[in-house]
RNA sequence: CGGGGCGUAGCUCAGCUUGGUAGAGCGCCCGGUUUGGGACCGGGAGGUCGCAGGUUCGAAUCCUGUCGCCCCGACCA
């Protein structure tokens, strides 16, 4: 039996919803996917449920292929696993918490790899159990800051992860490319457009991890690709390291006076006014170094200044900062970080002064110094002299100074080179669709997760997480595939496969329209029937448009003729057809 | 957390400047006409004007406070 508008749990609504901006937001509420509940929290409408039902799908036959076994964890934890692995802390606000009428700690999960690395303890304890695929398909609960763009960024949204545990390394690179062969299987189903990028593998202990990005404007992620197959998530991008240049002969420094050059464009017009280059090039910004001050807050609440040397041309990129220093906090230093240090001159900071070194550990001011990689030995530089209005030029790396280490901090910029040779990078903005990620031992060595190898000696086991945004998905497929009439489903996810329509006040087109959903329903496909009496055809045909099932049959003025009109809803076309071979017609 | 905007009927919004019985369109219900691009006529249901306090004879409107929501940014394996 078809499934009858007159009778179905659907409302559209005739105007644009007035608090979404972007499309699929706008469109999955005025069809009647999904209703709002609460900042980032919605409601699945009975449409927006088969679509949702069609993703899972999917993604569990292709779970299955990759040997991957389906469990269900319930979305409410106690704290305690979380307190052993340091994530009911670190989680910060991000985390729901809750208590229940004890006054007993839980939480509302934003990922599962405890209970699933405790349920893997309970259970086995030898090699010859492993290895092991389980995933599961879940709602989680991540008290976002700012929800935004509906489902794209929501606090509760459903997601699959899977987790795998390996006694190997080895056997946990295999299980990873399981997974990772199973999502490009899985987004080549769905049709939607992947870019693998190398993912920074946090603080967690990662080894290896890779984003599935779809390109698109509404990403939130900056990504980086070449024309030569590289590409990274710009957090993850590698600096290339130039070769370091002969230092014998390069002239000794001198200090200038530079006054009222607080910033690195008005140094360059200084420099290029009173102190030209003898080879007659002008000074660039790229010709100076720029040290930037960074308070970072550990996780046991101590604060450290940082100092980053980096190229003028260069800004600091915070997303790598973060990264670089993860797990700790890091802003910039403020006044009062300053106001601590007389050693640091504001608008004039540099490695070296005339009295000997200011940055790094064993220098005046014993703050950690960390320069960016293209900085390398025997390159010159302009840079503050630690004196008001006095910079120093023909500061060289690894004679005049040197630092405690390098960091990835700078910008990325189009036109950088790819680390792998693969030619200059462009950046481009996509959305985290799937993640797959070598956890390695970190969990199970925390929760005490090991088993007895050949040997009978007591190993810990290995394990990986890899996750789907579900609901993220039907979004952006949902961002992909509309125009201004509505939303226009790809075959793969459409909620129904065909929308039939009647018009007209005449009966006979309504018994054709039900003659031809029987028909359609025999070749074992799914309908959504139009039957609603004294609704005019300009509503119908609007709503059809509005709800996006891609192949429409129309029954009305041609039914006198035994012919109704098959309309396609991705081109636009009409085309009559008999109502006898409408099911053939649709291929 | 910073910046901006908004809370009035199921939806989209007007009314607020200048206080005086709460409005429109759409949707919904009843009757009738209409039926290939969001028709029309008549009748009707539906609102603590976010909340609290204040000013006033009288507050959706003015004042104070508060809560919530949306957008941008910060933040976000």
């Not at 041309?313 to 300053?338: C, N, Y």
């Not at 070296?352 to 293209?374: C, K, N, Y």
Request: charged content about 25%; hydrophobic content about 40%; glycine content about 10%.
């Amino acid at each position: 039996m078809p499934t009858r508008l007159t009778t179905y749990f659907l409302r559209t609504l005739r105007e644009d919803p007035s608090d979404a901006e972007v499309t699929s937001h706008r469109l999955l509420v005025r069809a009647g996917y999904i209703r709002r509940q609460a900042p980032g929290v919605f409601a699945w409408l009975p449409i927006g449920l088969r679509v949702k039902e069609k993703i899972e799908r999917i993604i569990r036959e292709e779970m299955t292929n990759a040997g991957a076994h389906e469990v269900h964890f319930p979305a409410l934890l106690p704290r305690e696993p979380y307190e052993a692995t340091g994530r009911w802390t670190e989680y910060g606000d991000g985390l729901f918490r809750l208590q229940d009428r004890k006054g007993a700690d839980y939480l509302l999960a934003p990922t599962h790899e405890e209970v699933f690395t405790l349920l893997v303890k309970d259970l086995y304890n030898s090699y010859k159990d492993l290895p092991l695929s389980i995933y599961q398909i879940q709602d989680k609960y991540r008290d976002e800051a700012r929800p935004r763009a509906g489902l794209l960024r929501g606090r509760e949204f459903t997601m699959k992860d899977a987790y795998s545990f390996d006694y190997t390394d080895a056997g946990l690179d295999a299980s990873y490319q399981a997974q990772r062969d199973a999502y490009e299987r899985i987004f080549t189903r769905l049709g939607l457009e992947y870019v693998i990028v190398k993912a920074d593998a946090g603080a967690m202990g990662g080894s290896k991890s890779e984003e599935f990005l779809h390109p698109t404007v509404v990403g939130e992620d900056t990504f980086v690709r070449s024309a030569g197959g590289y590409a990274a998530n710009v957090e993850a991008y590698v600096t290339e390291v130039p070769d370091a240049l002969p230092i014998d002969g390069l002239p000794a420094a001198v200090v200038l006076d530079s006054p009222n050059t607080p910033t690195i464009a008005t140094l360059v017009d200084l420099a290029n006014a009173e102190y030209p280059r003898p080879d007659g090039r002008a000074w660039t910004a790229a010709d100076t170094l720029k040290n930037v001050v960074l308070a970072l807050t550990h996780l046991d609440g101590t604060r450290e200044l940082v100092a980053i040397g980096l190229p003028g041309d260069r800004e600091v990129d915070m997303k790598r900062i973060e990264v670089a220093f993860a797990p700790a906090e890091a802003e910039q230093a403020t006044e009062a970080d300053f106001a601590k240090n007389p050693a640091l001159v504001k608008g004039y900071i540099g490695p070296w002064s005339p009295l000997g070194a200011v940055l790094g550990e064993e220098s005046a001011s014993g703050i950690r110094f960390l320069l960016d990689p293209r900085v390398v030995d025997g390159t010159e530089w302009i840079t503050g002299a630690n004196l008001d209005q006095k910079h120093v030029f023909g500061l060289v790396a690894g004679r005049d100074f040197t630092a405690d280490g390098t960091i990835e901090a700078a910008e990325v910029r189009a036109g950088d080179p790819a680390p792998d040779g693969s030619g200059p990078v462009e950046l481009a903005r996509g959305m985290e669709i799937g993640h797959v990620f070598q956890l390695g031992r970190k969990y199970a060595d925390v929760l005490g997760l090991k088993v007895l190898d050949e040997n009978g000696k007591l190993v810990t086991v290995t394990m990986g997480s890899y996750g789907i945004g579900v609901t993220r998905i039907l979004a952006i497929i949902a961002e992909g595939n509309n125009d201004d009439k509505g939303l226009v489903w790809p075959a793969a996810v459409s909620p129904f496969d065909v929308y039939v329509l009647a018009t007209g006040k005449d009966p006979a087109a309504f018994s054709a329209a039900e003659q031809v959903c029987a028909a359609i329903e025999a070749t074992g496909r799914s309908v959504l029937y139009d039957d609603r009496p004294k609704v005019s055809p300009g509503v119908k045909f609007g709503d059809a448009e509005l709800i996006g099932i891609p192949k429409i049959v129309i029954a009305g003025r041609g039914v006198a003729e035994g012919v109704v009109e098959l309309w396609d809803r991705v081109t636009g076309e009409r085309t009559p057809v008999a109502i006898t071979e409408v099911a053939d017609a649709l291929g």
